[in-house]
């Protein structure tokens, strides 16, 4: 099988087990039960949950609650009523890797934060959205940094996309805000992720003792969404869709 179509395989892998992670979360679930799920899931796949021991860090999945930006770890606080979770799920299979997060909300969620999740999903599709061969990489930062500041939102910085595949984190390194220096350009057959992480206040993080775990520094909620992309002739293939989006392409807006 040729390399691009192992890579669409585990892409494909990463979000049907991102769905069936999303599918399962409630009010008093457990992150812990969420990464059971999602590592049989992997696993059910003929795959192995690409995080872990990935550096040491200890569980199948990255499960990030309100506060914190990202690879929050797992663990046994049942969810509640009105939390936001990102799921990260990665997957490797057949020598490929395949990354892909969304926020969801848990129960009843408030409209501020169901607002962040909508524009942080929105500025995902933007940065996609300016993927181009010969354009330089800046253009995708600068299109998510736009639309996030005219919400008032913080782009966070200090974590970024990066190229997948044969490894799990590879060249070029893509960022979220508008970084004119960065001015290598896309090139058809690249693939890499797009994965902004946007926050209510100020996008600074602190980093957990457990040395992973990032959150806001001022507590305030944030929100990310992932998916791995193939830099195509003409613009992106999103390789993360969900099943039931691949199989019915996305409803035309209602007139
Ligand atoms: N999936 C994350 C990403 O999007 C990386 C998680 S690495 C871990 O790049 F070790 F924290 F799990
Ligand atoms: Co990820
Ligand atoms: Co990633």
């Known amino acids: 099988m040729v390399r691009i179509e192992k890579i669409r395989r585990a892409c494909q892998a990463a979000a049907e087990v991102l769905a069936e992670g999303g599918?399962?979360?409630?009010?008093?679930?457990?992150?812990?039960?969420?990464?059971?799920?999602?590592?049989?899931?992997c696993l059910a796949r003929g795959g192995y949950p690409s995080t872990l021991n990935y550096h040491g860090?200890?569980?199948?999945?990255?499960?990030?609650?309100?506060?914190?930006?990202?690879?929050?770890i797992p663990d046994s606080r049942p969810l509640q009523d009105g939390d936001i979770v990102n799921l990260d799920v990665t997957i490797y299979l057949d020598g490929m890797h395949g990354?892909?997060?969304?926020?969801?909300?848990?129960?009843?969620?408030?409209?501020?934060?169901?607002?962040l999740m909508r524009v942080t999903r929105e500025c995902m599709e933007l940065g996609i959205s300016a993927v181009k061969p010969g354009r330089p990489i800046s253009e995708i930062g600068k299109a998510i940094e736009r639309r996030a500041a005219a919400h008032g939102y913080g782009v966070v910085?200090?974590?970024c996309g990066h190229g997948i595949g044969e490894d799990f984190h590879m060249e070029p390194q893509v960022l979220h805000y508008y970084e004119p220096r960065a001015r290598e350009r896309m090139e058809e057959g690249m693939v890499f992720t797009i994965e902004p992480m946007l926050t209510m206040g100020q996008p600074d993080h602190v980093l957990w003792p457990d040395g992973w775990t990032a959150?806001?520094?001022?507590?305030?909620?944030?929100?990310?969404?992932?998916h791995t992309i193939l830099v195509t002739r003409d613009g992106a293939e999103i390789l993360t869709l969900?099943?039931?989006?691949?199989?019915?392409?996305?409803?035309?807006?209602?007139?």
């Open 23 to 41: 599918r399962a979360l409630r009010p008093g679930i457990t992150t812990d039960a969420i990464d059971a799920i999602v590592h049989e899931a």
């Open 57 to 72: 860090y200890p569980k199948s999945l990255c499960t990030s609650v309100n506060e914190v930006i990202l690879h929050g």
């Open 99 to 115: 990354d892909c997060s969304a926020t969801f909300a848990v129960g009843e969620v408030d409209a501020v934060s169901h607002q």
């Open 157 to 159: 910085r200090a974590f």
């Open 215 to 226: 959150s806001t520094a001022d507590g305030q909620r944030a929100a990310q969404y992932e």
């Open 242 to 255: 969900a099943p039931e989006l691949v199989a019915k392409p996305r409803e035309v807006a209602h007139t």
